[in-house]
């Protein structure tokens, strides 16, 4: 049973930056594409970041130039850089593994506050 589990939330002003990690139980990041999604209180799940099995990484247009998403296979990690921080990046930041099966973590708390 993979397990992926996040990590590096916390409080950050804006302007500043955060670095998320997620690091998974098993070897899947090799032969998974993964993702960085998040969620603020009363909104829907939106997926902020993806990076494929050959490096080629997307982003949602609210993040773009700002966030960065980049893996370690050896140490089983993936990462999510977030610099230049906004009030609107507040957030529950969850990683995924998708392979064939789709693997979530449990969450951490982002929070861009003064």
């Known amino acids: 049973q993979v397990q992926l589990v996040e990590s590096g939330g916390g409080l950050a002003q804006p302007g500043g930056s955060l670095r998320l990690s997620c690091a998974a139980s098993?070897?899947?990041?090799?032969?998974?594409?993964m993702y960085w999604y998040r969620q603020a209180p009363g909104k829907e799940r939106e997926l902020v970041a993806a990076?494929?099995?050959?490096?080629?990484?997307n982003y949602a247009d609210s993040v773009k130039g700002r966030f960065t998403i980049s893996k370690d296979n050896a140490k089983n990690t993936v990462y999510l850089q977030m610099n230049s921080l906004k009030p609107e990046d507040t957030a529950v930041y969850y990683c995924?593994?998708?392979?064939?099966?789709?693997?979530w973590g449990q969450g951490t708390q982002v929070t861009v506050s003064s």
């Open positions: 995924r593994a998708l392979n064939r099966r789709s693997y």
């Open positions: 990076l494929n099995t050959i490096g080629v990484s």
């Open positions: 098993g070897s899947i990041f090799s032969t998974s594409t």
